[in-house]
């Protein structure tokens, strides 16, 4: 938080609060807010990590279906059947032509004798907290990254601006000696000092730009 002091606005810290998931908004600046969205669209390495995370929840239910839900094959078998009625002592021979049906169900349970789908249930399980960290990981690096670079690059421009303004006011005092110099208000040597000056001030710009 910023609590305004004599010295201009101070900042102070508060143990123990949480910290917001967007806590970049804690700057409230459009901008930034802006760059974060647009950061986390575009991200490969967040769109590998949720691919990822995706991919781990996908294996871990299909092993707990596999090892926790019992198998169930049905099946239905069809058979053409007939009965010669001379043959069972009647008078007329007649043949009775008949579909015979015969359905199964077949339920099987896997057996965790030793707990070893127990364990492998388990593992799947750790994986898919370890991608969540991971993914976490991600969006907390990149956000902090943006919004680094963000504050960096606002201060290299703040420095660009001032250290031209600052050439400027020493060009134009350069000026004035020379010209006292003409009038015989100062002397070679105050205009060789502004000059070292001068050049000073500007070798500071490019390495900030």
Do not use: C, M
Request: glycine share 6%; proline share 3%.
């Amino acid at each position: 938080t910023l609590s305004p002091n004599k010295a201009g606005v101070g900042q102070t810290f508060h143990e123990g609060q949480d910290i917001p998931g967007e806590w970049w908004a804690l700057y409230h600046s459009p901008t930034l807010d802006a760059l974060i969205k647009q950061g986390l669209a575009h991200s490969p390495n967040l769109a590998a990590a949720k691919a990822t995370l995706l991919n781990a929840k996908e294996n871990y239910r299909s092993q707990i279906g596999s090892a926790y839900v019992p198998a169930v094959t049905a099946g239905v078998d069809t058979t053409r059947q007939h009965i010669n009625g001379s043959a069972a002592g009647t008078e007329n021979s007649k043949t009775s032509l008949f579909n015979l049906y015969n359905s199964s169900v077949d339920v099987s349970y896997t057996l965790d004798a030793f707990g070893g789908l127990r364990r492998t249930g388990e593992a799947s399980k750790a994986e898919v907290d370890y991608e969540q960290y991971e993914l976490a990981a991600a969006y907390l690096s990149l956000t902090a990254n943006i919004v680094t670079t963000a504050i960096t690059e606002a201060s290299l421009n703040a420095q660009i601006e001032a250290t031209k303004t600052l050439i400027e006011a020493t060009q134009a005092n350069l000026n004035i000696i020379e010209n006292q110099v003409k009038l015989g208000g100062a002397s070679s040597a105050d205009v060789l000092t502004q000059t070292n000056l001068l050049a000073q001030n500007r070798a500071l710009l490019p390495p900030l730009q």
